[in-house]
């Protein structure tokens, strides 16, 4: 009876880690940028049941292996193993604004790469992110709306004097004169890569090295200024997922209460027989 419970009380709180997942991307629908988490559900390992007597339960040995005395299988439970963003291209906005910029990405030699503008955070490591909306600071350079400096292709940050400059489709500003191509990388793995916060991306210590993409011929991409990448999150599809997940923990909710009305019979009224 405890291993039902077990495995109720794991639903519950695989589907609340789901439900909370879902809310924060409603959250961003509407964050330029945004990349929607997708959240894996996984089986804890199956346990082999088998008649009284036998010397030992076996875990995981699989269906088919031939067990003396087995009566059956007993899944014990099920957890949220962990949320993948998806970086499917969001839809592409005009603004009006100079300051942003869309990342639209072409082929890619990678099934799961991703492109991404290099920024540089408060305390001043590089990072990546979609989000192109920028603007302009009080000294001149271009920074996000968190005020973290957008970088330039070495890697310095990028002063444009003022509002006033052009972007051409490969991603080059034209500043006073001046041509200074945008910090753009390419990850190979994009769905290994970290979320931060303030949509910046950092690079997993085990994962796919950060390349630049200008220096793989295979990548291809355009940035169009005055446009905005919308959030890739399906507000219909997303509310549809809360619900039923909502409906999925009430269901465990209920089996869980059933399991504790039975044990409370079990001990008030099954203890009373001498």
Do not use: C, W
């Amino acid at each position: 009876m405890l291993r039902g419970f077990y495995t109720a009380a794991s639903g519950m709180m695989a589907n609340q880690r789901m439900q909370e997942t879902l809310s924060n991307n409603m959250s961003n629908a509407n964050t330029p940028g945004y990349k929607a988490d997708q959240g894996t559900m996984r089986a804890f390992p199956e346990l082999l049941i088998e008649q009284m007597g036998s010397e030992s339960i076996p875990v995981s040995r699989g269906l088919n292996v031939p067990v003396r005395g087995h009566v059956g299988s007993l899944n014990t439970g099920v957890y949220m193993q962990e949320a993948i963003p998806s970086f499917a291209q969001g839809d592409i906005r005009e603004t009006g604004v100079g300051t942003d910029f869309a990342l639209i990405q072409g082929t890619v030699p990678d099934e799961s790469g991703s492109i991404f503008f290099n920024v540089q955070n408060e305390a001043g490591e590089e990072r990546y992110t979609r989000n192109g909306n920028f603007t302009v600071d009080g000294e001149g350079f271009l920074t996000t709306n968190q005020g973290y400096y957008v970088l330039d292709d070495t890697g310095n940050p990028i002063n444009t004097g003022g509002m006033e400059f052009d972007l051409s489709s490969n991603g080059t500003l034209a500043v006073g004169g001046q041509e200074i191509p945008l910090g753009l990388s390419y990850s190979p793995e994009a769905g290994s890569m970290v979320k931060e916060g303030n949509d910046l991306f950092q690079a997993a210590e085990n994962g796919e090295p950060i390349e630049n993409a200008r220096e793989n011929g295979a990548v291809e991409f355009n940035v169009r200024q005055n446009f905005l990448e919308q959030s890739n999150v399906d507000a219909n599809r997303t509310m549809t997922e809360m619900m039923n997940t909502y409906r999925s923990f009430e269901m465990n909710q209920r089996v869980l209460k059933a399991y504790d009305q039975s044990m409370q019979k079990t001990v008030t009224e099954i203890g009373r027989i001498r």
